[in-house]
Nanobody
Framework: QVQLVESGGGLVQAGGSLRLSCAASGRTFSSYAMAWFRQAPGKEREFVARISRSASSTYYSDSVKGRFTISRDNAKNTVYLQMSSLKPEDTAAYYC?????????????WGQGTQVTVSS
């Protein structure tokens, strides 16, 4: 089992920055990949970024590439999402997710989400 708790959301003006954190517990953190997703009201959940177990590999959606950075600290059991140059369209609930199934992109553990609101 993996438990995930996000934090760091809030209200920010367009062009501003926020850093989201996701604290994990349960299984050995360095043994699974992590990702961030988001969901805006009335829209489907959207992939944002993912990071490998050792942080050697990252991948971003086109909508956030160059503005967001995913990272992890395996000593602190935490994954981060640094968001810069925020836009109103980044407004959403942001969720971290864990993939404990090797060789797949199936995220089988999810946090409760943290709200990010970007004002214009």
């Amino acid at each position: 089992q993996v438990q995930l708790v996000e934090s760091g959301g809030g209200l920010v003006q367009a062009g501003g920055s926020l850093r989201l954190s996701c604290a994990a517990s349960g299984r050995t953190f360095s043994s699974y990949a992590m990702a961030w997703f988001r969901q805006a009201p009335g829209k489907e959940r959207e992939f944002v970024a993912r990071i490998s177990r050792s942080a050697s590999s990252t991948y971003y959606s086109d909508s956030v590439k160059g503005r967001f950075t995913i990272s992890r600290d395996n000593a602190k059991n935490t994954v981060y999402l640094q968001m810069s140059s925020l836009k109103p369209e980044d407004t959403a609930a942001y969720y971290c997710a864990a993939n404990t199934i090797p060789g797949t992109l199936n995220y089988n553990y999810w946090g409760q989400g943290t709200q990010v609101t970007v004002s214009s």
